[in-house]
């Protein structure tokens, strides 16, 4: 067999051409030459067909041919050094390029990895500065506002909300006080007038009637809460530790108490519950309604709060 491969080798025939023809002598298929030496007919094809770039590399190709060469019983060194001698500079020149393939392909990924940090750091950068931002403009925003109970809400008598500040319900509250002084002192002056010509006992009776008539609207004068009250009527004592404005509207829709408390102040009314009570700052209030404590923290919404005493 070595002297047929050296005369094979010595007529120019391929590598390929050598093993095709070897393999045909002994009457092996390609598949069964595959499977003898564990590899797959592709393989064995392109060796046989001078197909070598086909081939994983030419280190490869030397082991596929010496172990193709020794099943068939060729002389396995001599095939090698033929498909040397066959593929010559080629194969250097392609291990080369191979080498320099790889080498690119390396840089190429290392300088994608380096731009694909650099985004990444750009974004964690926009992102602590986004954040920052907000938190600067936040409290920015929270130093300009007023305090909350520099604002109130009040319910117009078509069911519509209105936002007023303190200043005006205080202005509203002295107007108020103003008209109130001013009716009293008409009714001192007619007293007065009365008085310079009425006997005492007629003075006392006027007096008197008078200030049956001033008391019974009033109903916001402090009344004892274990007097016995008539059936249907409550009584609500309201302390306030905070600058507060509200409003109380008896079950018949009268207004019984309206304008801005001050802080220590306390106010008791009296009506035909169920009492709705109005509260523009619910914070510090307290309400006792019949002698008994009132939880009315479920009803508080921001800073404003609407309780349904007696219901």
Partial sequence: MNDTTSAAIA?????????LNARTAAGLTVLEVAHKLNLTVSVIENL?????????????????????????????????????????????????HTIDRVGTSRRVSRGMLQFGLFLL?????????????SRQTS???????????????????DGSMHVQ???????????????NQTANLADESSVTALDSSLTDTETVDVLSAGLETYVEPAQSADIPETETLAPGMGIARISFTHD??????????????????RGGEQLTVTGKAPLDVHLGYAKGVSILYNGEAVDFSSAVSGETARIKLGQ
């Fill in 139 to 157: 409290a920015a925003l929270a130093s300009q506002k007023s305090p909350v109970f520099e604002r109130v809400e009040v319910e117009r008598a």
């Fill in 11 to 19: 007529s120019s025939v391929s590598v390929g051409q050598l093993l």
């Fill in 121 to 133: 750091l750009l974004l964690i950068l926009a992102a602590v500065y986004y954040g920052w931002q």
């Fill in 48 to 96: 046989e067909q001078d197909q070598f770039a086909q081939l994983p590399g030419t280190t490869f190709a030397r082991g596929y041919i010496r172990s193709y060469a020794k099943l068939l019983h060729l002389d396995a060194n001599q095939l090698v050094q033929a498909f040397d001698h066959q593929v010559g500079a080629a194969a250097e020149v392609s291990e080369v």
């Fill in 165 to 179: 500040t303190i200043d005006e319900l205080e202005d509203q509250a002295v107007a108020l006080v103003l008209e």
């Fill in 244 to 261: 507060c404005w509200l409003r109380i509207i008896d079950a018949d829709g009268k207004q019984i108490a309206t304008g801005l408390q």
